[in-house]
Nanobody
Framework: QVQLVESGGGLVPAGASLRLSCAAS????????MGWFRQSPRKEREFVAG????????KYADSVKGRFTISRDNAKNMVYLQMNSLKSEDTAVYYC???????????????????WGQGTQVTVSS
């Protein structure tokens, strides 16, 4: 079992920055993939960014490349999502997710991930 708890969401104006945090506990290993997904009303949950826990390889959705940065702190079992130049279309509930086996091959499919956090709301006002 893996427990994931997100924090750091909030209401910010367009152009601002925000950093989301995900605290992971339980069966977290170097083979794991950690991902950030988001879901806005009337839309399906979508991949935002992912990182290989063991090697630091990252992957991003095209919509956030150059603006968002995913990172991890292995010692603290934390994953972060630094979001810069936020846009109104970034408004969503952001979820942290864990895939138990993946290595450097970061999957962007929702059903590839085994554990999910409860989510944190990010609202960007235009």
């Amino acid at each position: 079992q893996v427990q994931l708890v997100e924090s750091g969401g909030g209401l910010v104006p367009a152009g601002a920055s925000l950093r989301l945090s995900c605290a992971a506990s339980g069966r977290v290993f170097n083979s794991n993939i950690m991902g950030w997904f988001r879901q806005s009303p009337r839309k399906e949950r979508e991949f935002v960014a992912g990182i290989w826990w063991g090697g630091g390889v990252t992957k991003y959705a095209d919509s956030v490349k150059g603006r968002f940065t995913i990172s991890r702190d292995n010692a603290k079992n934390m994953v972060y999502l630094q979001m810069n130049s936020l846009k109104s279309e970034d408004t969503a509930v952001y979820y942290c997710a864990n895939r138990q086996w993946g290595g450097s091959n970061i999957d962007s499919m929702t059903n590839a991930y085994d554990y999910w956090g409860q989510g944190t709301q990010v609202t960007v006002s235009s």
